[in-house]
């Protein structure tokens, strides 16, 4: 059974930055992309980042030049990085673990995703 842990979260003031991580267990053969998302009160899960397994990465507009998305294979961990934040980044984080293997397959969609972690909350204030 894999699972996902994130950590790295907390509250900031806008131009911060935080570097989120997430450790997967489990999970010993890395075929399959991952992928940041994040949700706001009130608001649907939305992608944030994906990378594949290859290291090809996309980003949802907003966040493009700002967040960089990041692995380390050998200790089957996620990262994102995330500077110059702004209060519209707030919201729940999630790491998941996507149902193919390229960033387009983690970046569909909620729904494409197969394995979430807990999240980790993320505030920016004004």
């Known amino acids: 059974q894999v699972l996902l842990v994130e950590s790295g979260g907390g509250s900031v003031q806008s131009g911060g930055s935080l570097r989120l991580s997430c450790v997967a267990s489990g999970y010993t053969y890395r075929r399959y992309c991952w992928a940041w998302y994040r949700q706001a009160p009130g608001k649907q899960r939305e992608a944030v980042a994906s990378i594949s397994r290859d290291g090809t990465t996309t980003y949802e507009d907003s966040v493009k030049g700002r967040f960089t998305i990041s692995q380390d294979d050998a200790k089957n961990t996620l990262f994102l990085q995330m500077d110059s934040l702004k209060p519209e980044d707030t919201g729940m984080y999630f790491c998941?673990?996507?149902?193919?293997?390229?960033?387009?397959?983690?970046?569909?969609?909620?729904?494409?995703?197969?394995?979430w972690g807990q999240g980790t909350q993320v505030t920016v204030s004004s």
């Open positions: 998941g673990i996507g149902r193919g293997s390229s960033v387009t397959a983690c970046f569909a969609g909620a729904h494409y995703i197969s394995t």
